[in-house]
């Protein structure tokens, strides 16, 4: 997100700005929301992290059998996961009355060795 005041770009879950210190949406807990990504724990490429990517922001590596969770401003963002394969891009949307999401990651075989594949995207 970028900042209101002085336009710098902050990141996803940035509660004041860096540059000028004027409070972001995120300050506000009423327009906070959470993403929840959670990938299914399967003996199959058990080894192979995938990265997660909010809005061009690594939010870090999920591992088998694990969640990433980060709280964000509600509104349209952008998740992407990244293998050795084609990145898997998805927009998700959260709003006043579907704040938080949860992402049901299932790795599948791709043509070097495994990919992220969503399988359930659940609004709540
Ligand atoms: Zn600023």
Redesign the pocket.
């Known amino acids: 997100m970028y900042?209101l005041?002085?336009?710098?770009k902050l990141d996803f879950n940035a509660k004041f700005?860096c540059?000028?210190?004027?409070p972001t949406p995120m300050s506000d807990e009423n327009k906070v929301g959470r993403i929840n990504i959670i990938r299914e724990k399967k003996m199959f490429a058990f080894a192979i992290s995938f990265s997660v990517y909010v809005d061009d922001t690594l939010l870090g590596y999920l591992k088998n059998g694990t969640e990433l969770s980060t709280d964000i401003v509600i509104g349209p963002h952008k998740i992407v996961l990244k293998s050795t394969e084609k990145d898997v891009i998805q927009d998700i949307l959260l709003t006043e009355e579907k704040k938080e999401v949860d992402i049901t990651i299932e790795p599948k075989m791709g043509l070097v060795a495994a990919k992220p594949q969503i399988k359930e995207i659940n609004y709540k």
């Open positions: 900042c005041e002085c336009g710098i700005c540059n000028c210190g004027k």
